[in-house]
C-alpha cells in the first residue's frame, strides 16, 4: 500500500533538525541573516548528513544553520508552524516535537519566551492540518545542572499547555545521565513524563540509569540494550518504550549497518518499540520512509506497523482525554484501510 496514507504518529522529532532549507532561507531574508548560500540545493549540503557521516559529533554540526535561524519569536512560531504543516503531509495524526530552549536565546530570549512562541506555532498548526502537536522540553547534557532545572521548572509552568515532556540530550558519550539526576528528580516531583537519549552513543548502562535512576517512561534511540540481556528482561517488566529512529541511527553509526539495527529484534522479544524520524531535514528522511524501511529492510506486515503505532500511541506523553480521542480516529482511519 501507499505507505503516506497509513496515520502514523512520531514522537522523536527535532524540531531545529526538521527546517527544511526553504523556510530556513526564507527567515534568513526576513531577518537579515547571513547564510554560506542562498541556493536551496546548496544550502542542503549544509544542513543535510551525507551517506557517509562518521559519528553523531558530525551528525551534531548540522544543526548550526537553523539555530543561527530560530533565534526570534516570529521564527520560532513559523518553524514549529511549518514542522506541523510538513509532517501532516505524511498523514502523521499526533506528534511530539523536542527542543532546547536554552539553544533559541542567542539574542536574548528568555527559555519561557522560547517555549511560549514554538507552543503558538505548535497550537496553529494544530487548528491548520489534522495532526495533534505537543511538545517536549530538551535539557542539554552539557549544560549546567542549574540550567537543566531552569528548564524543569518551565517545563512545569507549561504542562498541559501544549508542554507533555522533558528530555536530555546531547553528548552522550561524556555526560552520562547521572550527573543531571537532581534535574530529573525535580520533572519526577512535579509528575512531568520524562524520557531520555540513551544507548545511542554510550553503553546499555546509561539505559539503566536514565531508567532507574532518572525515572525515565521511554528511551530515546537504546539502540545498546541488547547488549545486557538482563537489562533487555527489565526494560520489558517495566514497560519501557523505545524511540527508535533507523535512518539516523545508521548516520551516526549507533549501528554498524542496515542489517544490524535491532528494531526487529527488539520487536520479536516483545518490547514496545515505535519507529520515529529524528530530524528529518538533517537525516533526509520523513516518517513515511521510517515505516518503508521497517517493510523493506526487516520485513514487518501492516499489521504489526499498526502495532508499532500504538505502541506510539500508548507511550505518548498526552493527557488520557487526548488519547482516547487519538485512539478512535486512529482505529477509524485503521478501519478505512482494511486494518
Ligand atoms: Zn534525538
Known sequence: MNLQLFPKIDLHYHLDGSVSPVTLIEIALQENIQLPTMNVDKLREYVQVEEECRNLAEYLTKFEISKKCMQSPRALKQVAYKAIEDVSKQNVRYIEVRFAPYLHTEQGLR??????????????GENDFATMARAILICMRNDSVEKNIEIIEVAAKFLDKGVVGVDLAGDEANFPPDLNKDAFNLAKKYNIPITIHAGEAAGS????????NLGAKRIGHGIRLKEDPHLVELIKEKKITLELCPTSNVQTKAVDSWESHPIKYYFDKGILVTVNTDNTTVSNTNITNEYRILVERYGFILDELKEITFNSLNAAFINNNDKQKLKKILEKEYKIIGL
Open 111 to 124: 527559555i519561557d519566551e522560547v517555549v511560549s512562541n514554538v507552543l503558538s506555532g505548535l497550537k496553529e
Open 205 to 212: 548502562e546509561n539505559i539503566y540509569d536514565a531508567v532507574v
